[in-house]
């Protein structure tokens, strides 16, 4: 299973935002061109992203597979 695949709604998670860990949930998978949490997204099925809820504040991100870490994941 590849790094993108393996990332499903409501999935805990941490992305890095100014310096600090954040940790959030996986609200979305991205896989189309879109407009979202106040940007443009160029997603698409070869090259999804995940919109993805903070924990702390409740504001929505979108982010790359690449960017986020599932919890408990030693990486």
Known sequence: ??????LSKGDKVTW???GQNVPGTVKKKITDRTETAGRTVDASKDEPQFEVES??????A???PGALRKKGRSS
């Open 1 to 6: 299973m590849s790094k993108k695949d393996d």
């Open 16 to 18: 890095k935002s100014h």
């Open 55 to 60: 924990d702390k504040t409740g504001r929505n």
């Open 62 to 64: 979108v982010h790359k």
